[in-house]
Nanobody, 123 residues
Framework: VQLAESGGGSVQAGGSLRLSCAAS????????MGWFRQAPGKQREGVVI???????RYADSVKGRFSISKDTAKNTLYLQMNSLKPEDTAKYYC??????????????????WGQGTQVTVSS
């Protein structure tokens, strides 16, 4: 399984970005997938996950601003990020777990990771 993120960039506070994660090497759309992020000097943290049934869980810090979706026909996961804040600055990673059930935001339970895409929000 390969995951490839795209869509990162630099925006001003209040702006929007849409990240994409293209999955290849498998066609099982029921995997749990999610977005994580890591800021310099900090641990990787969960942003949002979506299980095989489409149930989602968002980190409190992004609720109401970020939205996850997936296009199963394209094997692509998206993250729409609105009202961006400087504290959202981080490298964003797409992850997948080879089960439909997610495992919270525990990174050790996700089997596949992309290389990440940088998001920088200036004030």
């Amino acid at each position: 399984v390969q995951l490839a993120e795209s869509g990162g960039g630099s925006v001003q506070a209040g702006g929007s970005l849409r990240l994409s994660c293209a999955a290849s090497g498998y066609t099982d759309s029921s995997y749990c997938m999610g977005w994580f992020r890591q800021a310099p000097g900090k641990q990787r943290e969960g942003v949002v996950i979506i299980d095989g049934d489409g149930n989602t869980r968002y980190a409190d810090s992004v609720k109401g601003r970020f939205s996850i979706s997936k296009d199963t026909a394209k094997n692509t996961l998206y993250l729409q990020m609105n009202s961006l804040k400087p504290e959202d600055t981080a490298k964003y990673y797409c992850a997948a777990r080879k089960y439909g059930a997610c495992a919270g935001f525990y990174t050790e339970y996700y089997h596949y990771w992309g290389q990440g895409t940088q998001v920088t929000v200036s004030s």
